[in-house]
């Protein structure tokens, strides 16, 4: 069974960047054509996608955020990474990773982690 | 402002049919599949529906997903009270290259 699990710092100041790591287990990212992605859901509101990466490094990102977003893949680790910089309180929020259900970041997601909560304050 | 609408909430009894709405566009909706999510409280979202109607394996059929024009719906029946979440349309917008969801429909089962 496939089980994702993000981890990283639940405090951050703002103007400073967020780091988020996803851990994949119970299945490789590379052996598996599969599309990762990270999605937001700020306290009490709707979610938001920040951006998707494939095993090989190929990345699309929310426009919107793609400015100040990195999405990262290390193989060896079996994990993917965020880092969104420029931090303000309206990036506080439960960040979750989640896979795409298929080949492409068309694909829904299927597999999701817990959510890790950032909160972005001085 | 979320690029797919939602009403804030729905409600229902037991064993009644409830239906939530998800309104977009010709650039989301209008071409492209809808999604649906439940989210149960304190959890991470569940995929419910995937390509307009569609269930993946272990969703029970009271679930349901239909699709018209730039619209689609979300129809639960025979309403459980373990079908009490927060439920999210979702479809890719081609013309801002995003992922887009509805804002959350809370339902209540009475």
């Known amino acids: 069974q496939l089980h994702l699990q993000e981890s990283g710092p639940g405090l951050v100041k703002p103007s400073e960047t967020l780091s988020l790591t996803c851990t994949v287990s119970?299945?490789?990212?590379?052996?598996?054509?599969?599309?990762w992605g990270w999605i937001r859901q700020p306290p009490g509101k709707g979610l938001e996608w920040i951006g998707s990466?494939?095993?090989?490094?190929?990345?699309y990102y929310n426009p919107s955020l793609k400015s100040r977003v990195t999405i990262s893949v290390d193989t060896s680790k079996n994990h993917f990474s965020l880092r969104l910089g420029s931090l303000t309180a309206a990036d506080t929020a439960v960040y979750y990773c989640?896979?795409?259900?298929?080949?492409?970041?068309?694909?829904?997601?299927?597999?999701w982690g817990q959510g890790a909560l950032v909160t972005v304050s001085s | 402002q979320s690029v797919l609408t939602q009403p804030p909430s729905a409600s229902g009894t037991p064993g009644q049919t409830v239906t939530i709405s998800c309104s977009g566009s010709s650039s989301n909706i209008g071409s492209n599949y809808v999604y649906w999510y439940q989210q149960l409280p304190g959890t991470a979202p569940k995929l419910l529906i995937y390509r307009n109607n569609q269930r993946p394996s272990g969703v029970p059929d009271r679930f349901s997903g239909s699709k018209s024009g730039t619209s689609a719906s979300l129809a639960i029946s025979g309403l459980r009270s373990e079908d009490e979440a927060d439920y999210y349309c979702a479809a890719w917008d081609y013309s801002l290259s995003a992922w887009v969801f509805g804002g959350g429909t809370k339902l209540t089962v009475l």
């Open positions: 989640a896979r795409h259900e298929g080949s492409g970041w068309l694909d829904p997601f299927d597999y």
């Open positions: 119970g299945g490789s990212i590379s052996s598996s054509s599969y599309y």
């Open positions: 990466i494939y095993y090989s490094g190929s990345t």
